[in-house]
């Protein structure tokens, strides 16, 4: 695993492989299975999450008792409440394997001791939020501009590999959908 | 001016007044009117924004032809199309002054050697960013879980100020009314 995070690491800053052993102990490696909670509702979002392998989501529970994913995370990404993990207050969010995964964990104390003691780490989590906060702007003119027909059609073409491997019902409750609604819609496309 | 910037970064970083008088030269001050663009659809969007005094707003044309406004920027707030800006492929968005403001503008070569130069910066503007896509997260929460009516009782009770300064029209843009049914919205909640 940690040759792939290396391999990350290198895609935007410059590191060598001494300064990444000195690195990798900052971090947990945990295992956690299909289903399974990482955070729930009510908690203090204590950690960052970076999926080495699997897929993550993020889902808050709507008036209608019913889970809305608001985000994925597949290889490569990371997954926080950001805000919850920065203000240390309670999340409104759950995080959730969607696939039995193996996450790479940093808890807020060890995140602030690494980017001082390694303040080149600090370029690559600028790099990390600057692209995560781009995808949202974009996100949130699409929330205002796209039918929820349209936002799926983007979504297929765009990430095409994405809709195949997540499970429809949770594809449908990231558009807004029910999963009935979702299957009309792919009927119609393939008829 | 320069003082209201120092005293923003000393938020972020801690930086003597000898350092900051390197930094300084990066940028250029802008003044604007108000209802001027900074930024068009089509442009590539090749710089980033704060503003020192003043109000901007972002926005795009919807399908329907009317402005849609997604974001504004008050004092100490950066704003940039950062998929733009990142990628230099062309805007999908205006960038506009809201008020007669005084705006802090720095072009992406000069930010990455500014970076270069003063390491510490990224550590500001990873802070920059870990907070907007922090806000983002939220935001992309309300849009799903509120109603129009609710996102803005929600924008009255947790920024007033915000709801007194920037004219009605462009809160009704921001919130995805019209004009009137803001009005009416008003009027109910004053009867």
Redesign the interface.
């Known amino acids: 695993m940690s040759q792939a995070f290396y391999n990350h690491l290198e895609n935007f800053i410059k590191i060598n492989e001494i300064e990444f052993a000195s690195i990798l102990p900052f971090f947990k490696i945990v295992k956690v299975r299909k289903k399974e909670n990482l955070l729930k509702e009510g908690q203090i979002c204590k950690t960052n999450f970076f999926v080495l392998n699997g897929c993550l989501r993020m889902f808050?529970i709507?008036?209608k008792g019913i889970e809305?994913t608001?985000?994925f995370a597949i290889e490569n990404w990371w997954m926080t409440?950001?805000?919850s993990y920065?203000r240390e207050t309670p999340t409104?969010?759950y995080i959730q394997a969607v696939e039995d995964s193996e996450i790479l964990v940093i808890d807020k104390h060890s995140q602030e001791k690494l980017?001082t003691e390694f303040?080149?780490i600090?370029?690559y989590?600028?790099f990390i939020?600057?692209?995560?906060?781009?995808?949202?702007?974009?996100?949130?003119?699409y929330?205002?501009?796209f039918t929820k027909e349209e936002f799926y059609d983007h979504l297929c073409e765009n990430h095409p590999e994405f809709v195949q491997r997540v499970p429809q019902y949770l594809i449908a409750s990231f558009l807004?959908f029910t999963p009935e609604y979702l299957s009309e819609i792919r009927n119609k496309r393939r008829s």
């Open positions: 808050f709507n008036n809305q608001t985000e409440d950001t805000i920065e409104a969010f980017l303040p080149k600090e370029r989590f600028r939020y600057q692209r995560a906060y781009a995808a949202s702007q974009m996100r949130i003119k929330l205002y501009d807004g």
